[in-house]
């Protein structure tokens, strides 16, 4: 783009070009913070930032008032309010801002934060597309900022523990992950309310953003957007994104080389969803390893271990993740090949097993919340201070956010799909890399970085 069209598409949304400041802080200088998006996430990163000394929250930004007033009671000292966020990040007092909007709004916001030189706390999944995830990388080192993605579980101790045991080999080699996400919400889900005339308290042009111009329906806004491909790509991206992450942590790979998925509306439920309520989701990953997320949120039986989220399985044992701490349960390994069964001799498959023993010892440590989200933002403080790369940067973040949003491609366009992470597109069918983008409508553009 040239570079007069580049500033007409920023003065079109208001973004001045600001200089990028250096970020010095001495360790106990406070990190002045603006919140953009207050809602459900907002509201817990806020207490999660809220128990550190060394910040002051000093904007809070966000469409709904009653969020903007309930946030400003709870951080106290009178924050400046905003419903444009370019006007927050127009503030010489905030250092950094934290982003808890819909996923279709990560993009521009971060890419307009780095650009105002703030420093960025940004929720997962990282981006809606593939391509908006590279390029909010891409600015993130043009402008030199520290990003943290809100994947927190990189930050919690006990997934740290567990993630390093898998990495230096402890259950062996991993063949196998599998992930979940099962809740039944049959046979009501999220509810079937009718389009209707746009409310009087929310602004839902600036809702939609970039997203095609749609006519308002009360479930494609607060929370429930998650339901709708416009602004979100679902449980996969939602609740995979973490799970996909810790596996990318613990294998020490950052990108499959296949993916496929099929799912669909399979309960017939009565709700206005977009998204599946049923979804198998299987990746390659280079060095063999089987990848799986189970999206079954029209049946609620227990799965894998009670509790589990994620299950790595390895020649020496299987590693059971979940909300609260890991498992380790050995398997028992034999020292005999696998006999030839026979009517004629059946106690050859004794035999088989006489001295098999574990190879490892059973470990356990629950005892700390995975959700726990105070380290996370503890280390984007130490960061923001340090200068250096924080436990979730945003290549990290985009890698585990890709692979999610591959998987939804490959469901829309029902086939296996090979992925070259290198340059981030697939090799085996070209049609499916339209979907790696998508056209934001006017006057919202993707800025040039
Ligand atoms: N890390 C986690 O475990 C975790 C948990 C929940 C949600 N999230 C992520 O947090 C994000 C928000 O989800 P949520 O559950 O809080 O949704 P939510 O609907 O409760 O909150 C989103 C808020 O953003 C505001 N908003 C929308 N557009 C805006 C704009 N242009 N400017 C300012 N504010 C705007 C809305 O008014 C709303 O209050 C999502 O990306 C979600 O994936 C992460």
């Not at 999206?295 to 609620?300: D, K, M, R, V």
Request: charged share 25%; glycine share 6%; aromatic share 10%.
């Amino acid at each position: 783009m040239k570079r007069r069209k580049f500033l007409r598409n920023i003065a079109a949304i208001g973004i001045g070009m600001s200089v990028v400041k250096p970020n010095i802080f001495g360790a106990n200088d406070k990190v002045q913070i603006g919140f953009i998006g207050l809602g459900n996430r907002g509201d817990q990163v806020l207490d999660a930032f809220l128990p550190h000394q060394d910040i002051a929250i000093t904007s809070l930004c966000d469409l709904y008032q009653p969020y903007i007033d309930f946030a400003a009671k709870k951080a106290g000292g009178n924050p400046k309010q905003f419903k444009d966020y370019r006007k927050l990040l127009e503030q010489k007092d905030v250092d950094a801002v934290v982003i808890c909007t819909p996923d279709n709004w990560h993009c521009l916001q971060t890419i307009h934060a780095a650009q105002a030189g703030k420093d960025i706390y940004v929720e997962k999944p990282l981006s809606l597309t593939v391509n908006e995830g590279r390029l909010m990388a891409k600015a993130i080192e043009k402008y030199k900022r520290i990003c943290q993605v809100g994947i927190h579980r990189r930050s919690v101790p006990v997934c740290m523990e567990a993630a390093e045991l898998v990495r230096n080999g402890y259950i062996g080699k991993v063949t196998v992950a599998r992930s979940f996400h099962i809740q039944n919400e049959w046979p009501i889900g999220i509810g079937n309310p009718p389009d209707s005339n746009l409310p009087d308290d929310l602004d839902w042009n600036q809702w939609l953003g970039p997203a095609p111009k749609k006519p308002y329906n009360i479930n494609r806004t607060f929370y429930k957007f998650r339901w709708f491909y416009d602004y979100s790509g679902g449980q996969v991206t939602n609740f995979g994104v973490h799970y996909i992450d810790f596996i990318h942590w613990a294998i020490g790979v950052n990108f499959p080389v296949a993916v496929t998925a099929l799912g669909g509306k399979f309960s017939k439920m009565n709700d206005n969803r977009e998204i599946p309520d049923t979804l198998e989701v299987i990746w390659k990953y280079p060095d063999d390893c089987l990848v799986t997320f189970s999206q079954f949120n029209a049946t609620g039986a227990q799965w894998s271990l009670p509790g589990c989220e994620v299950e790595l399985r390895g020649t020496k044992g299987t590693l059971y993740l979940f909300g609260d701490g890991y498992e380790i349960v050995p398997d028992i390994i034999k020292t005999k090949e696998f006999p030839a069964r026979s009517p004629l001799n059946r106690d050859l498959d004794k035999q088989y097993r006489e001295g098999a023993k574990p190879l490892i010892e059973r470990k356990k440590s629950i005892k700390m919340s995975t959700a726990n989200t105070t380290y996370h933002t503890r280390n984007f403080l130490d960061c923001v201070k340090s200068r250096q790369k924080p436990n979730c940067d945003i290549e990290t973040g985009h890698r585990s956010t890709s692979a999610t949003l591959i998987a939804n491609v490959a469901l829309k366009t029902n086939s296996l799909l090979e992925w070259d992470a290198k340059s981030e597109r697939f090799t085996n069918n070209n049609d499916a890399n339209q979907y790696l983008s998508y056209v934001y409508r006017q006057p919202y553009s993707l800025p040039e970085v």
